[in-house]
């Protein structure tokens, strides 16, 4: 069992920077893919950036240049950088943990979610 708690959203300006953080608990957490997604109003929800356990990161085409994701297997923790941020980033952001099969490629084992933290681009 995972526990996800995420953190760091908020009102920002276009242009604006915001860091979202995901505490992770209750499990190994180096050994788990960790992603933020995103729902917006009336979307459906989109994967925005993926980190594997090797390190290997993964990013939507409409953030990639802007947005970073990192992870601290120390702190059990993964980061989201959001630089350059416009008004259609608004949504809620959500942390994601999935771990895969050591044996069967792309066969998900456990599949977690936090609860998710608003982020508005506003003006």
């Known amino acids: 069992q995972v526990q996800l708690v995420e953190s760091g959203g908020g009102l920002v300006q276009p242009g604006g920077s915001l860091r979202l953080s995901c505490a992770a608990s209750?499990?190994?957490?180096?050994?788990?893919?960790m992603g933020w997604y995103r729902q917006a109003p009336g979307k459906q929800r989109e994967r925005v950036a993926v980190?594997?356990?090797?390190?290997?990161?993964n990013y939507a085409d409409s953030v990639k240049g802007r947005f970073t994701i990192s992870r601290d297997n120390a702190k059990n923790t993964v980061y989201l950088q959001m630089n350059s941020l416009k008004p259609e980033d608004t949504a809620v952001y959500s942390c994601?943990?999935?771990?895969?099969?050591?044996?069967?490629?792309?066969?998900?084992?456990?599949?977690?979610w936090g609860q998710g933290t608003q982020a508005t681009v506003s003006s």
């Open positions: 994601n943990a999935k771990r895969y099969s050591d044996t069967i490629p792309r066969v998900i084992l456990y599949d977690y």
């Open positions: 980190i594997s356990s090797s390190g290997s990161t």
């Open positions: 209750g499990s190994i957490f180096s050994i788990y893919t």
